[in-house]
């Protein structure tokens, strides 16, 4: 009886095989190292926040004080009961927050800050501010390089290079003006802006209204009117917000139109509005809910 031959295994697929098994260990190598690198990374700016003092602490739990609670129930219901509901961001926020604590006691705060954020800029001059968001992650310098567009998307507060970057202030705006965008990453060790996307949930809203924004010379306050999900557009997308072309919004006519799309894309009803004259500031990161998703919060000044 005729013997058929006997089949040979094909060498691709033993090539093939092998291919992959590499491309799984390369890419459980990469993933490892990018885990540790983006801890180094992190431990630079705890470094940092280890440094300031922690009046940050005693806002996020002042659920007891009674001025806290109305300035809640105002954003809540979104009634304008003025501004001597709400803490006052040129008399540091901190008195608000603790009734008991002695005037000198604020002011050395108040102080210690400032003095901190002047010994940040001495460090790097690119320095503008240091930003807060109670309960959260969120407690890094913020950069400002105008002459450099987008450098802060790559290097630390140090200027070496870095995967999870550093919060910065867009090239474009006026560091002395009424509006502020600031652009941060959302890496997957979640850090920098990694938790800005639980404002797409009203209750993460209702329980972090307040961000805070130090300057080389005053303490700042901000309570968040609006959570928004965009994406970038291209050139010839005719439908969309660019929130992020703005340069400023000193002009009553461009104010008015950018809130009006911040109204008519906002995720849910804060019940808070911003007029005219306010400062506003802007936090985004990328969110990949679509290609080029992003994420952003408008917040404006308490004064």
Not at 232 to 247: A, H, I
Request: contains cysteine.
């Amino acid at each position: 009886m005729r013997m058929g031959k006997k089949k040979k295994k094909k060498p691709f697929l033993w090539l093939a095989a092998g291919f992959f098994a590499l491309l799984l260990v390369f890419s459980g190598f990469m993933l490892v190292r990018e885990l540790v690198r983006a801890g180094n990374e992190e431990e630079v700016f705890e470094t940092l926040a280890a440094a300031r003092p922690r009046r940050q602490e005693r806002n996020a739990t002042n659920k007891d004080d009674p001025q806290s609670a109305e300035t809640d129930t105002f954003a809540a219901a979104g009634e304008d009961h003025g501004t001597e509901d709400l803490p006052n961001a040129n008399s540091s926020p901190s008195a608000e927050a603790n009734p008991s604590e002695s005037p000198t006691e604020t002011n050395q705060v108040q102080t210690w800050i400032l003095e901190e954020n002047r010994r940040l800029h001495e460090m790097n001059p690119d320095f503008f501010a240091w930003i807060m968001i109670p309960d959260t992650n969120i407690n890094y310098p913020v950069m400002y390089a105008p002459k450099q567009k987008d450098f802060y998307l790559s290097h630390d507060f140090y200027k070496n290079k870095a995967s999870t970057g550093v919060p910065y202030l867009d090239e474009k705006c006026d560091p002395d003006g009424s509006y502020y965008l600031i652009f941060g990453h959302r890496p997957s060790v979640k850090t920098m802006f990694y938790h800005l996307v639980d404002y797409e949930e009203r209750d993460f809203w209702e329980a972090h209204q307040l961000i805070y924004l130090d300057t080389l010379n005053e303490e700042r306050a901000y309570v968040v009117v609006a959570a928004v999900k965009a994406r970038v557009l291209n050139k010839y997308d005719r439908e969309g917000f660019r929130y992020y072309s703005y340069k400023s919004l000193d002009n009553e006519d461009i104010f008015n139109e950018y809130m009006q799309k911040v109204r008519a894309n906002q995720l849910y009803d804060t019940g808070m509005e911003a007029a005219f004259g306010d400062e506003i500031l802007v936090l985004s990161t990328c969110y990949r809910y679509v290609k080029a998703g992003r994420f952003f919060v408008v917040a404006k000044r308490i004064d």
